[in-house]
T-cell receptor, first 111, second 114 residues
């Protein structure tokens, strides 16, 4: 049982470049989330999805876009990367009432 | 709004010492309370949970009791090991607008020395 798989695990981008982070879950969870984790700031919600074809903004959505075309996948896009987006990104999924299952993270550096 | 308060640490303990990590919360309604653990270089993992007042969650020797009267969910372990070194997050789960909303604490770093 793979759980939540994030790709890539590491990435270095130049300012202005774009990229897509992929999250895939095999637990048939309805809810999926993207967080960023920064030192001293804990976890902050970027975007979330309550089901296939739906997305919504979290606390810090600016500079990011998401899509959930298939129930098992949740994509996070950066259209024009900025140094302030240097962070560790975590995807999570859940079933109603249960705790979250997290991926192992993507460490992104924007130079 | 909802909030979770925990100390950032680091908390440094010797092996076999007793551990307490405090967590207090403010919330409307009837939240469920969770503890997650993050080992170095990994994502968060669910450690234990409690869904209503006076419930006790337990796992891997860790325990926490949902105290509604003091709005607390303190994490305890009787004898810590070096392998328990990690960051521990207290979290509050509620439902709002039809989806599960989670509020995380800032995380408490635990260092256990031999």
């Amino acid at each position: 049982n793979a759980g939540v798989t994030q790709t890539p695990k590491f990435r270095v981008l130049k300012t202005g470049q774009s990229m897509t982070l992929l999250c895939a879950q095999d637990m048939n969870h309805e809810y999926m989330y993207w967080y960023r984790q920064d030192p001293g700031m804990g976890l902050r919600l970027i975007h979330y999805s309550v089901g296939e074809g739906t997305t919504a903004k979290g606390e810090v959505p600016d500079g990011y876009n998401v899509s959930r075309l298939k129930k098992q996948n949740f994509l996070l896009g950066l259209e024009s990367a900025a140094p302030s987006q240097t962070s560790v990104y975590f995807c999570a999924s859940s079933y109603s009432g249960d705790g979250y299952t997290f991926g192992s993270g993507t460490r992104l550096t924007v130079v | 709004g909802n909030s979770v308060t925990q100390m950032e640490g680091p908390v440094t303990l010797s092996e076999e010492a007793f551990l307490t990590i405090n967590c207090t919360y403010t919330a409307t309604g009837y939240p469920s309370l969770f503890w997650y653990v993050q080992y170095p270089g990994e994502g968060l993992q669910l450690l234990l949970k409690a869904t209503k007042a006076d419930d006790k969650g337990s796992n891997k020797g860790f325990e926490a009791t949902y105290r509604k009267e003091t709005t607390s969910f303190h994490l305890e372990k009787g004898s810590v090991q070096v392998s328990d070194s990690a960051v521990y997050f207290c979290a509050l789960h509620t439902y709002s607008g039809g989806y599960q909303k989670v509020t995380f604490g800032i995380g408490t770093k635990l260092q256990v020395i031999p």
